[in-house]
């Protein structure tokens, strides 16, 4: 661990420390903690779609820049109300295995733990948001920025949805970097909003949202939408998970741990 407390290391291995005390002490808690995260995604995935669908009636294609710019909200929630995510988890739990900061197997407890919550806590929430007005069942038709957006997604090649997990990751995991360094909320939050707006917009692949977006999609047409199988959505899910893996965790996590323990002085 670094010495200096104000390093951006030295605060990723706290967090790891707790993530692991609070899973060992209460994994009920910790599982908890993750599918709360879902609860906020799936919260801000159904704004930001909703607000997408009302400016496409102003202007064609201005919903696609409200979708996100909306978007980045979802991890605003979920920074400050303390959730787990699992794509942000992938960049903790692979420095904590390289710098050895907790053993691989709670790494690997943490991780698993929080993805499985993260996806049941996706599907719940979204089935009850299927039962509130702008998501009730035939309130959407085809051409709604939700139905589109899944489809496209599941029309995308394994290549496309693991290329663009990569990038989806750096993004989210820029953020989180990003959020720690940052001393004024004011700043922490506008930082969130327009990073997370980069892959928002640009529609990458980021498997814990996917969760969100196919299950509202799903409940809210009241059944799979086009190009919606069993074997696309598992498809997605591993080849996205992925890519998101390598980029939030390889990428960010492995590659900062591996440059910080290159110098006494230049650590991050």
Known sequence: MAENQDTLIYNID?????????????????????AMASVYLAIGLAISAYVADKLNHIVDGLGKFGYGLMFGWCLVMILYMNAEL?????????SAVHRKVIPTKTALKILATCIFFNFVGAVIVCFLLSYTQPYQVGHLDEHSYLIQATT??????????????????????????ISMRMKDDAGR?????????IFAFLGFEHVI??????????FANGGA?????????????????LG?????????????????????????
């Open 189 to 197: 939050v506008i930082s969130l909003i327009f990073i997370i707006f």
């Open 14 to 34: 706290k967090s790891i420390k707790k993530k692991a005390d609070l899973i060992e002490s209460n994994f009920f808690a910790y599982a908890i903690r993750a």
């Open 86 to 94: 699992g794509t942000s988890n992938m960049m903790y739990m692979t």
């Open 244 to 268: 998101n893996f390598v980029g939030g965790g390889i990428l960010i996590g492995f590659l900062y741990s591996w440059l910080s323990n290159k110098s006494k002085l230049y650590v991050d």
């Open 225 to 241: 939408v086009e190009g919606m199988t069993v074997m696309s959505v598992l498809t997605n899910f591993l080849f996205s998970g």
């Open 209 to 218: 949202a996917n969760f969100s977006t196919f299950s509202l999609a799903f």
């Open 152 to 177: 496209a997604k599941l029309m995308k090649t394994p290549l496309t949805q693991f290329v663009e997990g990569i990038f989806a990751n750096i993004v989210v995991n820029i953020a989180v970097f």
